[in-house]
């Protein structure tokens, strides 16, 4: 069994063309994706990802399913940069006010080599269908954490622009596969949605802001990708910002809108696909004959101090400066520095719920529940593939 090991270094140096000069691309050939040789014994070896999202992703436990209703307090000013939305205190975030030369840079490797590994093993068509499809979500998320970094700090994803472009970064041609340029939208309508008939597959995009499905503190793997979806989908499912408590109708997010093409039948199929996953309180939501409104969202960046470029606020001991990446001068306002003299206040408030929830799951008897999903029977009567264990890190913080 062929392995190849993606460590965050890059193998290939690719010259990446501007997502400026994308219009000037031809337009992209998907057909180059849809093949897959589902008798490849030939894996890839995420583990590169893994550290790199071990280290840079604050695990947050699953919250009750109770809004947050009252505003954020921050003493010392009226100025208010915390996130006000019902869903502030869910889903894994990003430390990126205090990722350091060696995370950037490692994040940035860890796409570059994704973008050339394809062309290294001789096209993505050689590999199985799952590992094909654990491939994309990974590209998918280390593109958006590396546009997010490149940015930062910024507040609203929906409209962060590509870096050094001025397209939105979902729709920006900012990757590169097998010579077709490619855009974070491409990847998800154009190639998952179109050559996977499954809707766990919604789960595997993390698109950086606070209503994503959240980003895992793994990378997705060919063996376990399907496993991997499955608890993702339970997560996000029965947390507030995937299904809302509402009387008059069943508020989802917009992620389920977004990708209708998976639900012929829009409302039976996506009540009896949440059904799947839902725990008791949720389906609570389901049973009633509402009307499906996909109107969730909270675009807001799951980070930890909400994009603010303040750590503390005006009457705090330090405030964010901005730097350039890289060697350059500190003329551009492209990230934040990490040696604030105290955690941020909007960091502290998210790490108080965090805490203050883990203390309440541990008196319950439920930190580390999971949940349980009837899946359809395997025939037996099939040789089963290889497939190695998966080892999933998705505890502790940080």
């Given at each position: 069994m062929r392995r190849y090991f993606l460590a965050g270094i890059a193998l290939i140096a690719i010259a990446s063309t501007p997502a400026s000069h994308a219009q000037s691309q031809p337009m992209a050939d998907f057909s180059?994706?849809?093949?897959?040789?589902?008798?490849?014994?030939?894996?890839?070896?995420?583990?590169?990802?893994?550290?790199?999202?071990?280290?840079?992703?604050?695990?947050?436990?699953?919250?009750?399913?109770?809004?947050?209703?009252t505003r954020p307090i921050q003493t010392g000013t009226r100025i208010n940069t915390a996130n006000t939305t019902?869903?502030?205190?869910?889903?894994?975030?990003?430390?990126?006010?205090?990722?350091?030369?060696?995370?950037?840079?490692?994040?940035?490797?860890?796409?570059?080599?994704?973008e050339a590994l394809p062309d290294q093993i001789g096209g993505l068509s050689r590999l199985s269908s799952n590992?094909?499809?654990?491939?994309?979500?990974?590209?998918?998320?280390?593109?958006?954490?590396?546009?997010?970094?490149?940015?930062?700090?910024?507040?609203?994803?929906?409209?962060m622009e590509a870096h050094g472009s001025d397209e939105n970064v979902?729709?920006?041609?900012?990757?590169?596969?097998?010579?077709?340029?490619?855009?974070?939208?491409?990847?998800?309508?154009?190639?998952v949605y179109a050559n996977w008939d499954d809707?766990?597959?919604?789960?595997?995009?993390?698109?950086?802001?606070?209503?994503s499905p959240e980003l895992r503190r793994s990378a997705y793997t060919g063996a376990g990708v399907w496993g991997q979806l499955d608890r993702t989908a339970g997560e996000f499912v029965n947390a507030l910002r995937g299904v809302e408590v509402n009387e008059r109708e069943l508020r989802v997010s917009v992620v389920y809108d977004e990708a209708r093409v998976l639900f012929p039948d829009f409302e039976t199929d996506l009540r009896a696909h949440l059904a799947r996953y839902a725990n008791e309180e949720t389906a609570e939501q389901l049973h009633a004959d509402r009307p499906v409104s996909a109107r969730v969202s909270d675009w807001q960046v799951a980070d930890m101090i909400n994009g603010s470029r303040r750590c503390t606020g005006v009457a705090g001991p330090s405030t964010m400066t901005s730097f350039a990446f890289g060697n350059a001068e500190q003329t551009q306002q492209t990230g934040v520095v990490a040696n604030c003299a105290t955690m941020p206040t909007n960091?502290?408030?998210?790490?108080?719920?965090?805490?203050?929830?883990?203390?309440?799951?541990?008196?319950?008897?439920?930190?580390?529940?999971?949940?349980?999903?009837?899946?359809?029977?395997?025939d037996t009567t099939e040789p089963a593939a290889d497939a190695a264990p998966e080892t999933d890190d998705d505890s502790g913080t940080e």
């Open positions: 180059v994706f849809a093949e897959a040789n589902d008798n490849s014994n030939m894996v890839i070896d995420h583990e590169g990802w893994s550290v790199i999202l071990r280290g840079i992703v604050l695990n947050v436990p699953p919250m009750d399913r109770e809004p947050e209703r019902r869903y502030r205190h869910e889903g894994n975030r990003v430390v990126y006010h205090v990722l350091n030369d060696e995370y950037r840079e490692a994040i940035t490797f860890q796409r570059e080599d994704l590992e094909q499809l654990a491939y994309w979500f990974n590209l998918y998320n280390v593109a958006i954490i590396e546009q997010t970094m490149l940015n930062y700090p910024v507040r609203w994803i929906n409209n979902f729709d920006a041609k900012i990757l590169e596969v097998e010579g077709q340029r490619l855009s974070l939208n491409d990847i998800r309508h154009n190639i809707p766990r597959v919604i789960y595997g995009f993390f698109n950086g802001s606070v209503g960091a502290a408030i998210l790490m108080t719920a965090v805490q203050n929830r883990r203390i309440e799951l541990f008196r319950e008897g439920r930190y580390g529940e999971v949940y349980t999903v009837d899946l359809p029977t395997i």
